[in-house]
């Protein structure tokens, strides 16, 4: 078992900044690859960025108007926690993020992004408004 609370989220100006955090509790961190996903209203669930357990391997969403040069993901191994750093903000990133993590051999080490449904555990969500 494993925990994920994030944090991080709020109100910000189109072109602005964010960085969200997901602490995780419970198990070795490091056995865990690591995944931001967000969900707009009425929109379903949508991957965002992973990092594996090596800490080398990332993948960005790769969709028109991505998120891929924008967003940051990183991984502090020594404090349990996952970030995304999130540049250039747009009023289209308006979302709930959030972060979710599966057991790291569950998944290919270096790949593509995998669906939302071959992570095991999820934090509550934290919300990310950007204004126009």
């Known amino acids: 078992q494993v925990q994920l609370v994030e944090s991080g989220g709020g109100l910000v100006e189109a072109g602005g900044s964010l960085r969200l955090s997901c602490a995780a509790s419970g198990r070795t961190f490091t056995s865990f690859a690591m995944a931001w996903f967000r969900q707009a209203p009425g929109k379903e669930r949508e991957f965002v960025a992973d990092?594996?357990?090596?800490?080398?391997?990332?993948?960005?969403?790769n969709a028109a108007d991505s998120v891929k040069g924008r967003f940051t993901i990183s991984r502090d191994n020594a404090k349990n926690t996952v970030y995304l750093q999130m540049n250039s903000l747009k009023p289209e990133d308006t979302a709930v993020y959030y972060c979710?993590?599966?057991?790291?051999?569950?998944?290919?080490?270096?790949?593509?992004?995998?669906?939302?449904?071959?992570?095991?555990?999820w934090g509550q969500g934290t919300q990310v408004t950007v204004s126009s």
């Open positions: 990092i594996r357990s090596g800490d080398i391997y990332t993948n960005y969403a």
């Open positions: 979710a993590a599966v057991l790291a051999y569950k998944i290919p080490v270096a790949g593509p992004p995998v669906g939302a449904n071959r992570y095991d555990y």
